[in-house]
């Protein structure tokens, strides 16, 4: 890997709002004079997540040198040495070894994305610069940020020509420490994870893409799976979330495709995270054990940005799997079959625990990406009209029935559009009335999780109206 140049910043700055992606606030903040004061070598800049406004962090000094990071404690933080310690010895040898592997391949110098991303900030030392801060998201009950990546750190330092935003000029990631190393310590870990996924996605987008990122979905939905191979396990939240749809727009066809679009409910964005999550991980399951060491690494290397990454990699799964419908429509099947061939192969927690619900009406509206289900009694003969398609599914069938009449135990009923931006589609239902719901004794067989929830710092300052 040869260092890059900087793309222009206002080519940054398009690629960010256009794909909504890594860092989420790109509206301009109008400066504060100290802040363009030239930091203190022990003073970082950090945004405040409810405000939007940028502030600067003191920490203590000297920084603890770890092997490939050097991690700097916010002033106050009663972050302990030991602590410390303990944070760059499992980066070290076991997060970021891990996530490198995972996502990235070393070039013909041996150089891995990570000593390309030191680089590419105009540094030397080959070590991730990590703060430990209490980041200020609000102290809300419901959710926090446990940590995040910028990408406008990789410019100068200082505050960014034309914009509010101000750079540390370091590649570097920001970890919480209130309640996230306090009290959620192998959380906050999987949040590394997360994070260091985000900032191999953006360096690598500079490799690949001339600097454009990743949908959000595909950054996000790869950020998950490394936190997955971080905890070796499901993460119950996830999981539980999904199954027991709180705020019951799941069961309505809300997931990832059209990210947040039901920021009318207070944490549907988890819809989004629980989603992402499983799609990702089906996807993965799916895969021979010849392709699955490839499969992420493809997906994030991918010329294309948006769904056709993922096309391109599942084709290879299943040459049927040669469209983003097909593809859609074979994950919303597994997610109401999770048992059958074409589910959660090899998953036993998954295939116990992830349930939806068939939904009742004559018709539905649904975003591109959703998808709803409902009980057929008789033959039904609804024809789809692009972009609305329909299947057939049953128990223990080892295909999906794409073609009227449809006759099997549910329809599905969804939206194929790959165009994230357009309106809803009207889909038609069977009308029958779903089952009984299910108890409460029978809804904890499937694990419960309550808050405070993780949630990415774009999708806090969203929900703070930044």
Known sequence: MTRAKMIPLAALFTVALVSCNMFPDFSFVPPVDDLDAPLEENSFYAQNMVSGKYYKVKAETPPYQGEKCVIWVEKGSRITRRQVEEIAREYDTV?????????????????DI???????????????????LDIKDGNSSDSYVAGYFFPGNFYEKGRISGTGHYSNGRDMIYIDTHPGLATKTEQTYATFAHELQHLISYATSRIYR???LLDTWVDEGLSSQAE?????????????????????????????FVWDNHSEKSLAIMDDYATVYLFFRWLYLQADTE????IFYDIITSPNADYRAVTATAVKINPSWNS????LRTWLAANYYPGNAYGYTGDSYLQETIKVKPIAGRTVSLYPGEGVYSIINDPVNHVGTAPIRYAGLAGNASAINVSPPYTEDVLLTFNANTNSTSSPETGYLTGVPPPVPRTAAENTQTGTFTGPYVIDARDMLKKAGR
């Open 95 to 111: 997060i970021r070894p891990q996530i490198v592997n995972t996502f990235s391949r070393p070039d013909n110098n041996g150089v």
């Open 114 to 132: 990570l000593d390309y991303a030191n680089e590419l900030a105009g540094r030397n030392d080959r070590k991730l610069t990590i703060l430990l």
């Open 210 to 212: 001339r600097g454009y």
């Open 228 to 256: 997955y191979f971080y905890l070796k396990e499901n993460p119950s939240d996830k999981c539980a979330w999904f199954s027991h749809d709180p705020e019951g727009t799941i069961e309505k066809g809300n997931n990832f």
């Open 291 to 294: 392709l699955r060491p490839n």
């Open 324 to 327: 983003w419908g097909n593809l």
